[in-house]
């Protein structure tokens, strides 16, 4: 390819990809800061409501746990997700299956089989990921992120032995990036659907499937916090993926945004 064309589709993916997700976790921390506010409203004996000001309006936002929906417009969140997700991949596939970032120099490792290794982990992650949480581990939340710790941690190990550090990063990236996107696509999304046919039909809402669309939710906004911090690891090569200890680093990295994200989400 053109070097200047490719790096003219290199800045635009970027962009896009930088924006969309500037939405999807924008609009992802806000619904959180408004559950949550909502459930206070509510603890406190008060009417579940909440009065905001902004750009010149005055909104109330209010939760409801049964409404009648033939004559409403309902609005769903859940592309800029696919759009983050899609653009990330294609970043993914120009700037290293494809330019010449996937192995070391001195790797003998061909590019073509760390690719493939690297395609494998992100379908397996979420497979993984999945099907942990819906077994009986995932029952026990603390359980449940114990063991997504140390998968994550292996994964990481794993992959920074068979490709070069930074591309081992980018790949734990696109693990997490993709779990998040089918997080929405597979879990959220779908458990909405059918708690909008109950509504539409007159039927009593499932409290299981709000609660199973919360928990995936809740995953996403502590997972994306790793994952911005991984998407600026290349700026500093000498203390993330350049370091001999780099799948370590990134560890301690995921413990730091998994720690932020719970500041965050308190206050």
């Excluded at 800061?33 to 936002?61: C, I, N």
Aim: aromatic share 12%; glycine share 10%.
């Amino acid at each position: 390819m053109n070097p200047n064309l490719s790096e003219w589709i290199n800045l635009a993916l970027r962009w896009f990809h930088i924006f969309a997700g500037i939405l999807w976790v924008g609009q992802t921390f806000f619904f959180a800061w408004l559950d949550r506010t909502l459930a206070k409203e509510e603890a406190g004996a008060g009417k579940p409501q909440v009065w905001m000001v902004h750009s010149g309006g005055f909104y109330v936002m209010e939760k409801q746990k049964g409404v009648e929906l033939q004559s409403r417009t309902l609005h769903w969140f859940k592309w800029e997700a696919a759009l983050t997700w899609l653009s990330g991949m294609l970043l993914l596939g120009l700037v290293y299956h494809m330019g010449g970032l996937m192995v070391d120099a001195d790797s003998t490792i061909s590019v073509g089989r760390a690719a493939g290794i690297g395609t494998l982990a992100i379908i397996l992650g979420w497979v993984v990921y999945d099907l942990l949480w819906i077994s009986p581990l995932g029952k026990s939340e603390t359980v449940g992120v114990v063991v997504c710790y140390g998968l994550l941690v292996a994964l990481a190990y794993g992959l920074t032995q068979v490709m070069s550090g930074r591309a081992a990063y980018m790949h734990v990236g696109a693990v997490l990036g993709t779990i998040m996107t089918a997080n929405v696509w597979m879990r959220i999304i779908p458990a909405q659907r059918r708690m909008v046919a109950a509504a539409r039909e007159g039927n009593a809402l499932d409290p299981s499937l709000a609660a199973r669309a919360k928990q995936r939710s809740r995953h996403n906004t502590f997972m994306v916090f790793p994952v911005v911090a991984i998407m600026i690891s290349n700026h500093f090569p000498v203390a993330t993926y350049g370091n001999n200890y780099n799948w370590a680093v990134l560890g301690a990295l995921v413990l730091v945004g998994w720690a932020a994200a719970a500041i965050i989400r308190r206050m």
